[in-house]
């Protein structure tokens, strides 16, 4: 599969390029990427999951990196200051977001074991 069908796949939708899906309990055992049950069973009532194709970096949104701003480590174009109580950092490009800076959760670490 190509860069252009994975592009596409992002733009039209799983449905629209033939997925299959699979019956639970006929996982690939062997597969990292097979259909699987979940470890547990899921109790979050609401996700808002925002995937932007050619959207701004982390490291010019949300994701302040002091250490950062050398040759090896150019860091982001955008200032960076604290807002609201919970003291967020929030990128120069982003004032609108920066007032409601209390009112979101920013996951800042993430980890993922793809084995």
């Known amino acids: 599969m190509g860069m252009g069908t994975l592009g596409l796949g992002a733009l039209l939708g799983r449905d629209a390029l033939g997925?299959?899906?699979?019956?639970?309990?006929?996982?690939?055992?062997?597969?990292?990427?097979?259909?699987?049950?979940?470890?547990?069973?899921?109790?979050?009532?609401?996700?808002?999951?925002?995937?932007?194709?050619?959207?701004?970096?982390?490291?010019?949104?949300?994701?302040?990196?002091?250490?950062?701003?050398?040759?090896?480590?150019?860091?982001?174009?955008?200032?960076?200051s604290q807002h609201g109580e919970s003291g967020l950092w929030i990128s120069?490009?982003?004032p609108e977001t920066a007032k409601h800076a209390d009112k979101l959760c920013v996951i800042n670490g993430m980890y993922a074991d793809t084995g």
Not at 37 to 44: G, K, Q, S, T, V
Not at 50 to 63: E, H, K, L, R
């Open 19 to 80: 997925a299959l899906t699979k019956v639970p309990g006929s996982e690939d055992r062997l597969n990292p990427l097979s259909v699987r049950e979940p470890h547990y069973r899921a109790r979050a009532k609401r996700v808002i999951h925002i995937f932007a194709n050619g959207g701004p970096s982390q490291v010019d949104t949300f994701d302040y990196k002091p250490q950062t701003g050398n040759k090896k480590h150019p860091g982001s174009v955008a200032k960076f």
């Open 92 to 94: 120069e490009l982003m």
